[in-house]
């Protein structure tokens, strides 16, 4: 059932407690559907996105996650405003990597793989495999000891409040309580939980699941008292860094023919590339890579934005734009392909990992939020490997784009050789991870290979916050395969100690 907190709804009896109805907590909820276990959800925004209830700090850099823009305080969480966009982990990134001190996971690609098609289920997203799947015109002719490529698949239905909600209502194993801050982790396991109004409640569980997002767990973990404090939470705070590097020129239509997007089961499928592994050892760079950013036609990117928004300015829009907007849909229902607009130049979008010991940190500031809580501090830094790593791969892209006669790819140099122009021009794109790392022991990590967190029984940290290094891709994929193996672990647990 959804319940409201601050209404003076009564707290059911849970045996997992989740925190956090967003991405990650309503898929393990989702996951735990049926199988007998009393799940109770606290999500501290209301059933809307409400902006005012954000509340962060940050230093040093401007850290775009923390922004608005970045997150959604609300049932769905970020979900409310992401992409939905899937990508797998490259397999090397879980190591060993002797070239990024403290990149290497406790676990292997062996840990995640059986999960691939509840991860992508949980996130709506058509079962085709991901990062093999051939590409619509045949594979690149790239030479592949240079780059590599991928496919990223989206999301049908990124919303994942829409996708839980009507379930979630009708239950009575699982509830929702909106307006339910957690403000304290308590040992037992417990969480002390504030509104608005003032009511206060501790609720116990058998497990407690943090599922804040990737800047607000180690806040959680800091501002806990009776949590061992554990010297590794909140650094190693990373994100993926963008930043358009070049501007891409086609020279022959095999160009659009490899890179434009393409839809396949009602899910959007765009091709990437990325800098090869071998290259990344021998100069001892972040894995990175990008794609380009081919514009459509004025007639589909109307259509999509009627779509999405349905406001009647929008409308209106579509309508002055008919002719336009129906050929571009017939493009996608019957060639499966974006419209381009041939007449423009291409950005090259890059995405760098950040290596874990960059110095960047989530401390706690003197300032509180409304509940008593200590805000977060954002201190981010980024560092002069993903500068050289992503000045590499985009020479590296028009190296071989220029020999195969695909595109004059014209560099935005003053960005990439210069570091200052550089940190004007890149930024994290909403991909907070690392700051409540999974390691092997305490000394490594704040978590270990199952998510517990060390030394504190039968509390989880469930987000991409657990991650020990990134990667280049979008981190909710690897984020919802740890849920369906965290989901598995709480059934098989649970109940053993229960007989
Ligand atoms: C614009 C944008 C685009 C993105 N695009 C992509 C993409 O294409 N692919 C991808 O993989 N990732 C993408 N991401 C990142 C993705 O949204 C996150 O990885 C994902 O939402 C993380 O899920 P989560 O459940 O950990 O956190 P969230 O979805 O942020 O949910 C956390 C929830 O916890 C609640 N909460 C926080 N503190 C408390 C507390 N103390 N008590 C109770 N509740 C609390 C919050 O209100 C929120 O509902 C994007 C993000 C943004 C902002």
New binding site residues.
């Given amino acids: 059932m959804l319940l409201d907190f601050y209404k003076g709804d009564e707290v059911p009896e849970a045996d997992v407690l989740i925190?956090?109805?967003?991405?990650?907590?309503?898929a393990l909820a989702g996951e735990l559907k049926g199988s007998g276990l009393r799940v109770v959800v606290?999500?501290?925004?209301r059933p809307k996105i409400d902006n005012s209830?954000l509340e962060h700090k940050t230093v040093d850099a401007p850290y775009r996650?923390a922004e608005s823009?970045?997150?959604?305080?609300?049932?769905?969480?970020?979900?409310l405003?992401?992409?939905?966009?899937?990508?797998p982990l490259n397999p090397h990134v879980f190591g060993p990597r002797p070239w990024i001190n403290r990149a290497d996971w406790p676990i292997g690609p062996d840990q995640i793989d059986p999960y691939a098609s509840r991860a992508l289920a949980a996130m709506n997203t058509p079962e085709t495999p991901i990062g093999g799947t051939p590409w619509k015109a045949g594979i690149p002719e790239l030479d592949p000891a240079s780059l590599n490529w991928a496919v990223s698949r989206?999301s049908t239905q990124p919303n994942?409040a829409g996708k839980h909600k009507e379930w979630i209502a009708e239950s009575q194993q699982v509830h929702v309580l909106t307006c339910?801050?957690?403000?304290e982790l308590k040992q037992g396991p417990a969480v002390l939980?504030r509104s608005a109004n003032g009511r206060e409640e501790l609720i116990s569980a058998k497990r407690v699941v943090v599922?804040?997002?990737?800047t607000?767990a180690a806040r959680?973990l800091l501002c806990s008292k009776e949590i061992p404090h554990n010297p590794n939470t909140g650094t190693s705070h990373m994100d993926h860094v963008s930043m358009v590097c070049a501007d891409v020129y086609p020279e022959s239509d095999v160009f659009y023919d490899r890179f434009v997007n393409w839809y396949s089961g009602g899910s959007k499928l765009m091709p990437k590339i990325l800098l090869s592994k071998e290259i990344q050892k021998e100069k001892g760079l972040l894995d990175v890579g990008g794609h380009f950013d081919i514009p459509v036609t004025q007639g589909f990117d109307v259509l999509k934005r009627a779509a999405r928004t349905r406001k009647p300015e929008d409308i209106r829009d579509l309508i002055r734009n008919l002719p336009g907007a129906v050929s571009a849909a017939a493009s996608v229902k019957f060639k499966g392909r974006s419209p381009v607009d041939k007449s423009a130049s291409i950005p090259l979008e890059a995405l760098c990992e950040q290596e874990p010991d960059t110095g960047s940190t989530i401390t706690l500031a003197e300032e509180k939020d409304s509940f008593g809580?200590p805000l977060a501090l954002i201190d981010f830094k980024i560092s002069e490997l993903t500068r050289r790593s992503m000045t590499e791969f985009a020479m590296t892209v028009k190296r071989e784009f220029e020999k195969a006669g695909l595109a004059k790819v014209c560099l935005h140099d003053d960005r990439l050789l210069d570091p200052v122009e550089f940190r004007k021009h890149a930024g994290d794109?909403?991909?907070p991870m690392g700051s409540t790392r999974m390691g092997a022991d305490a000394e490594a990590g704040v978590v270990d290979p199952n998510l517990e967190v060390f030394g504190a029984p039968g509390f989880s940290i469930?987000?991409?916050?657990v991650f020990p290094s990134g990667g280049w891709s979008?981190?909710?994929?690897i984020?919802l395969a740890l849920a369906c193996r965290l989901a598995d672990r709480l059934r098989e647990t649970i109940p053993a100690e229960n007989a």
């Fill in positions: 925190i956090g109805s967003g991405v990650a907590g309503l606290l999500e501290a925004g209830l996650a823009a970045g997150r959604a305080k609300a049932f769905g969480g970020s979900s405003t992401w992409g939905g966009q899937a990508l989206w994942m339910a801050q957690a403000v939980v599922a804040v997002g990737g607000e959680m809580m794109i909403y991909h469930l987000g991409s916050s979008n981190p909710t994929y984020m």
